[in-house]
């Protein structure tokens, strides 16, 4: 089981910083998640975070049902911190991708209201598009999903790893998330047996998941589902003809030293070049719920 903890997130800041000064002047956006990651590792430190207050009842409960643990309700939120954090998440962003600044400030006034951050957040956790709220404020809706999403990420990362070691991960085994019911974005195969675990979008928490079935579909058409990997057979673009969507992966058995999951996400963006290519999708937060509801109650 992988945890995305404090410090875990530190040492992807120090590889990052060790590969600046190996290589050069990193990417831009391989920049802006560092600054992100940075923002978000000190909000870990200064943040009140409560654990939810779900008993061992409600956990098994939720659980057999296919329920994630975490309704936006059970998250323990302070809006004053979010909205401290949120401000800086807009600055970093308007810094890289030199956004209008009209529609900075709109991201900013958003943010600073706790009506409405809650209602984007809300909107956001529960999976539902944030297009018409984008729309009624006139900015773009793929930027302020992205606020949104580094703006609550230490919340829900230290959720995850509270609340992960309390799941049976034999008996779930499902196409989101255990924790907040994100869709996953990356994957491993570990050392031990080179099963499959998938790791969520949003909150980094991992879960076990079948080796062959479409993780976004559900498809097991083995005609439909393959996956490539590279010279090394360190890396896997897992791939569905049915739902035209990949996944990448990293096989633990192959790797020589530590792999950092967050880190290996990222740096693996060829993959991502190399499978938008080629006609296939990533998974996307506005399909969170949609999807759960066609995966249907167990």
Known sequence: MYVMSSETEVRVLQKLDELEQKEGELPSFVQLYRQLLRLQSDARTWFIISEPNLSQDVISDRLTQGVPLLAFEDLSLDWKQLQ????EIIRSVAEDSHCDLKEVETLSNILSQKAELEEVVRVWYEGASLVPIAERHDVDGELLSLVVAA???PCLAAHSEALLPKVSQESWRRRYCPICGGR???AYLDKDKGARWLLCSRCDADWLFQR????YCGSQDQDALAYFTDDEWLYRLYICELCKRYLKAIDLRQA???ALLPLERLLSFELDIQARKDGYSPCT???NNNERGEEGLS
């Open 212 to 215: 062959l079935e479409c993780p």
């Open 285 to 287: 937060y506005e399909a």
């Open 184 to 186: 996953p974005d990356f």
């Open 151 to 153: 703006t609550i990420k």
């Open 84 to 87: 401290g954090l949120g401000q």
């Open 256 to 258: 020589s030293s530590e």
